[in-house]
């Protein structure tokens, strides 16, 4: 598709007295980029500037924190709750304003979503008096109210001060303002409970004020559940009504997600489809005559695109997708689509480090946080590169080499690139891996990369080759225990089940129930195959992003699959294994077929033999140790850099 059929994509639009250069949002994600007291940091510039540069529309800056520390979410969390903020938020805001994009500041306070070890002690509050994750939140009392509500306003203030375009108030997700929207937390019997009017108060309150410190003219968006998928939680219909409510009451644009905190829904996994959640803007777009900004896995320019033109939305958020990709918006105008990083949506690099208060990172794209330091330079001295091996890391290795003008050949063993993208790409709900292979074998016959398929690489080769510097990316095997009976004909191994290399018999038993392990029991569950997972833990893929187990956990339930932690398999025979649980009992399980998911190791043979014989030898990714695919891209980039 051409850059003149994204007419509405890259047509300006206005909230209220912004105009935007196109209608792509980046929508607020948290990174824990700021300093521990709250303050901007030149890796929180250096990381926003980049999304501008690539041409976004409106960048929304991540939930600040409003009321520190009851009301912080994260110890790294940035703030606006002093003065002293101010001037190192006005360095962000010229920083990115110098790019040609408006920028936005989210309003935040956490209320009952947080943990006394983040507020330093203080007993969080909301609503109501509720229990969240173990943690007991306290009633905010009338008084507690007023100042709260002084703090958004206050906050917004000090956003305009500091020159930001506009703020957006954050009323989704389960925090603070959500809880007293939704009959899901606020149980009050007072003003501020009951009927939804008065569970509207505070927030009305909350527009009041800011509105009063902001004035008139300076843009207010408001971001929104549009449905909270919980028992007692807010439902597209009264979303309706709130969203009207809102509009009378001097928003300028609503920005629809949905859920709360401990769903899937405000950072959806690749399971969930692209898309999920536009038909909730949608609905709230019927009801009012402000724009409407939609959200929820859109990572296509061409998906973004359909939204606007069928009238769905006015604005389109694509968080994760400027994340993996900044240029995305440029590369949409020039026509560069093959060119764009697609964000899979794995969960591993953004959402799952936030939570365990990390620095944000990405699995396809090892810049994010590293901006300015992973800016690709010309080598001094081109050199002749081999990379051995076509997997995630080698592939990385060669594109980046390449980029930096070395003469690059990639050797890949098998017939195809991608490695175990491949494998991963062929389990259930899994498609969106293909992203990542699609770009980097693009990418590298873009940069001329020579690539040599079906070819093994010995030490005699590489002496052959004599090249300046030798990269190996050789990954890893499937991990074979030595158990009695393991050689059977009837074991396999997931590999070989999840590429279709092999059949089974209709009893099988998979052993591990790692994320790969339960990938492969869905595989056969959905063939019709009766299923048993025998995992030595006591829980099975803990190995995956929390949102993407809890719904791979609801698949294998609903297709009868069996689940046997705290299990050990010690012995395979021609119909049966042998299996000894978390008290020492041995009992002996029917089966047709074994599959083995135990992890894996490393093909480190070629590293070793070449070892002292290379003047610039490289190992990356599985091949140094078994790891996932964030840990074999980053490395693979970060090789290239240095050659």
């Known amino acids: 598709m051409e850059a003149t059929s994204f007419t509405k994509l890259l047509e300006p639009v206005k909230i209220g007295a912004m105009e935007l250069r196109n209608r792509i949002v980046m929508p607020p994600m948290c990174t824990n980029f700021a300093s521990e007291t709250g303050a901007v940091t030149q890796r929180l510039i250096d990381y926003y500037v980049e999304r501008a540069r690539g041409g976004v529309g409106l960048v929304t800056v991540e939930a600040t924190c409003v009321d520190s520390p009851v009301g912080r979410l994260s110890p790294l969390q940035l703030c606006v709750d002093d003065d002293k903020f101010i001037g ?120 009041e004020e800011t509105r009063k410190r902001v004035g008139l003219d300076f843009p207010i968006i408001f971001r929104l559940s549009g449905e909270e998928f ?30 709360v905190g401990g769903t899937i829904w405000p950072v959806q996994p690749m399971a969930v489809p692209r898309g999920c959640l536009v038909h909730l803007a949608e609905g709230i777009k019927e009801v009012v005559g402000i724009p409407v900004i939609a959200v929820g896995r859109i990572n296509n320019p061409t998906l973004a695109e359909e939204i606007l033109r069928d009238g769905r939305a006015d604005l389109v958020s694509m968080g994760r997708a400027l994340i993996a990709d900044p240029e995305l918006p440029r590369k949409v105008a020039e026509g560069r689509l093959d ?15 936030f939570n365990a208060y990390l620095r944000i990172s990405c699995t396809v794209n090892p810049a994010v946080g590293r901006e300015k330091e992973y800016m690709v330079k010309p080598a001094d001295k081109p ?25 690059v050949t990639l050797y890949e063993r098998s017939d195809s690139l991608g490695g175990q993208l491949l494998l991963a790409s062929a389990a259930p709900h899994k498609e ?83 994320m790969i392990g339960c990938e492969a029991a869905e595989s056969l569950a959905e063939k019709g195959r009766e299923v048993v997972i025998v995992e030595m833990l006591d829980d099975i893929a803990t190995d995956m992003p929390v949102r993407s187990k809890l719904l791979l956990a609801e698949r294998l339930s609903r297709q009868g699959v069996k689940v046997l932690t705290n299990t050990e398999m010690v012995e395979v025979s021609e119909r049966s294994v042998d299996l000894i649980d978390g008290k020492g009992r041995k009992h002996r399980h029917k089966t047709d077929t074994v599959v083995l998911a135990l992890g894996s190791v490393s093909n480190k043979e070629l590293v070793e033999a070449l070892r002292d014989r290379v003047r610039e030898l490289y190992a990356v990714g599985d091949c140094v140790r078994p790891r996932k695919v964030l840990e074999a891209i980053r490395e693979g980039s970060s090789v290239a850099r240095e050659i």
């Open 88 to 207: 190192g938020l006005n360095d962000l805001v010229e920083a990115i304003q110098e790019k040609g994009a408006k920028i936005s500041l989210q309003l935040h306070h956490a209320g009952r979503q947080t943990t006394l070890a983040v507020t330093g002690g203080a007993q969080p509050v909301s609503a109501s008096e509720t229990v969240y994750k173990d943690v007991k939140a306290r009633a905010l009392p009338a008084e507690g109210i007023e100042c709260v509500v002084g703090r958004f306003g206050e906050s917004a203030k000090r956003a305009k001060a500091a020159g930001f375009d506009a703020v957006e108030i954050h009323g989704a997700h389960g925090y603070l303002i959500a809880q007293f929207l939704s009959p899901y937390v606020n149980k009050r019997i007072d003003e501020y409970g009951g009927d939804p009017e008065k569970r509207m108060r505070f927030v009305l309150e909350v527009l």
């Open 230 to 259: 919980v028992e007692d939680g807010l439902t597209l219909k009264e979303a309706k009504g709130i969203a009207q409510r809102l509009e009378r009451a001097g928003v300028d644009a609503l920005h629809v997600t949905a859920g």
């Open 339 to 353: 060119d764009i990083r697609m964000c899979m949506a794995c969960l591993r690099g953004c959402s799952e480090r």
């Open 383 to 407: 050199k002749k590169v081999l990379v051995v091996g076509g997997g995630a890391a080698g592939l990385e290795a060669a594109r980046v080499a390449a980029l930096r003008g070395h003469e």
């Open 432 to 514: 969106e891996v293909n992203n990542i292979t699609n770009y980097l074998v693009h990418q590298i016959k873009k940069l001329g990369v020579k690539a040599e398929l079906g070819v093994s690489v010995t030490p005699r080769t590489v002496k052959a080759m004599r090249p300046d510097a030798l990269i190996v990316a050789t990954g890893g095997r499937p991990l074979v225990p030595n158990i009695p009976g393991i050689h059977r004909e009837n074991v396999v191994t997931a590999w070989d089940i999840l590429t279709g290399k092999v059949e089974v018999g209709d009893k099988v038993v998979v052993a591990g129930g790692g």
